[in-house]
């Protein structure tokens, strides 16, 4: 893996590192990919559809998204007002959750801290999956090679 | 031949210093750097801007000025040849390694053979003009010409065979290919002297018109990439730098600056996704010039990274 995409800014143990790059690798992306290409790879990888929703529900107003697990499909739900990155980021920690192996995508039940991120991040599998959305943005938003050659 | 070169010094000098961030990074732009790099050592063996008595000091004095600027130009278009493949996505030609190896061994081996003392010469022309009568000078010349010639006709042919078709590279190598050619054959013709004095000058302008030509194209073509990449850093980096600036408000820590730089696309994606989580989770507001400018970062992130899903 090129060293410039692990200046990610989520700091994860080794053990959860090591998880979270064993889940990529059942993945392969390459540049150019859209966001719909790579949901459909993971798809592919647990074996069952995966269903996306745009919302614009008031409950979603401090959630930036979620997923459920059903027998035979996945659904998974990000906040429609995002801009499109941040929507995209939301729906590749969804799948970082899902690559994983994780049942759901919580937040505490009480806020440990006042810092908004640790709010996010309070646990390893959001860390993993915050992780993964990272990598899965910077390896499909490469330069093609043959770009690279000329740019 | 002066102007000319001016000209590809500056090209290959502006392909050497734009090229260095993503050589240094990225493999596959490193053979287009080092062809540039080459490019730019074979002109300055030309003599037009450090005079050949200087270089030749600086080399030992014994005329070596000549071979380093021949074995420049063949690595220079060898490594434009790897390029051309790395953006073709192709092999290279069956037995091309060996070849290359072996011309550069017979250029020098050549050039070794000829019987005269090289340091008196202070220019390529004089060079030839004395020295074309020897069979070694001519085999010298044609084998350096002729190397460079089919390296070109192999990139030529690369380009042709991959669709879409890059108009500037198949200009480019065909004029090259073609002068050289033309070229080998004025070598020969002054070799023999089989013709008056005047077809030589003729030739000799054609092949520096088609040759020089050729090259300042391919420069473009490897520049047109590079100067695209220039402008989309520095957007990136604008913004990078904007939305870490705001991010500051919030006590957040510090991005490391160098990632930045060097990254600033990652950097730009990344404090876009910390300012909306500060702004949903932690009642940070912005003002509207800062809400524009994170509107504006996130049209250029799926504008052209991040490709949307729908």
Known sequence: MPRKYDNQPIRISPQSRIRAEDALSKIRLSPGMTANDVVETVAEVIGKPIVL??????????????????????????????PHSYQMHSLFHELGHLLCGHTNCERPATAPDSDPTRQLLWNEAEREAEFLAYKIAALISRKPRSSQAFG | MREPSTLLLYLTGIILVLRAPYALRTKASRPGWLAGTFGLLAVICLGFVIPIPELDAVLGSAGYWNILGSTSAILSF??????????????????????????????????????????????????????????????????YLGSVGIISLLSLYAVWQTAPRS?????????????????????????????????????????????????????????????????????????AVRIWRILAHTEAKSPNWLAVFLDPKNACYQGLILVRDFMALGGFILNSSELTLTHRADDLLTEFPLTNSS
Request: charge should be neutral; hydrophobic fraction near 50%; proline fraction near 2%.
């Open chain 2, 167 to 239: 108009k500037v590279f198949i200009a480019g190598f065909s004029l090259v290919s073609l002068g050289n050619a033309i070229d080998i054959g004025l070598l020969w013709l002054q070799h023999t002297k089989i013709v008056g004095p005047n077809v030589p000058a003729f030739l000799y302008k054609v092949y520096i018109a088609l040759f020089f030509a050729g090259v300042i194209i391919l420069c473009g073509g490897f520049l047109r990439g590079s100067f695209y990449s220039l402008l989309r850093y520095h957007r990136f980096l604008y913004y």
């Open chain 1, 53 to 82: 929703e745009s919302t614009v529900d008031d409950r979603f107003k401090t959630t930036t998204g979620t997923f459920a697990i059903t027998l035979e499909f996945v659904f998974i739900v990000f906040r429609g007002i995002d």
């Open chain 2, 78 to 143: 060898h490594f434009m040849y790897q390029a051309i493949l790395i953006h073709t996505s192709r092999e290279a030609a069956r037995f091309y390694y060996p070849g290359l190896m072996l011309a550069i061994a017979c250029c020098s081996a050549c050039f070794a053979l000829i019987d005269d003392k090289q340091e008196r010469f202070v220019s390529v022309e004089g060079f030839i003009a004395t020295l074309i009568d020897q069979p070694w000078t001519a085999l010298y010349l044609s084998i």
